[in-house]
């Protein structure tokens, strides 16, 4: 069963890791679009971090609406550096 993260701290520094970054558009359509996006997988990853599904599931989860290979390389590297900054603590 997943796990849920309770330290505040350490909840907000991994989320981040998820998070999608929109980029400013001319076209509101395209913007209205890719906030959408970035709410499903702000919702996912609350949801992994509230313990409600594992990071497997999150990924499911967001695989049909963005570029998944890109997104996971990504997250990997905010991951390498959230967990410098997490072992601050």
Known sequence: MPQKIIDPKVYREFGNCFYLVVPTCKDDAEFDAL???ADRVANATKQMLDGSINIEELIEAVEAFIPIDDYLEEV???MKAS???IYKY
Do not use: G, R, T
């Open 35 to 37: 906030m959408a996006d």
């Open 76 to 78: 990997e590297e905010n």
């Open 83 to 85: 967990l410098i900054k």
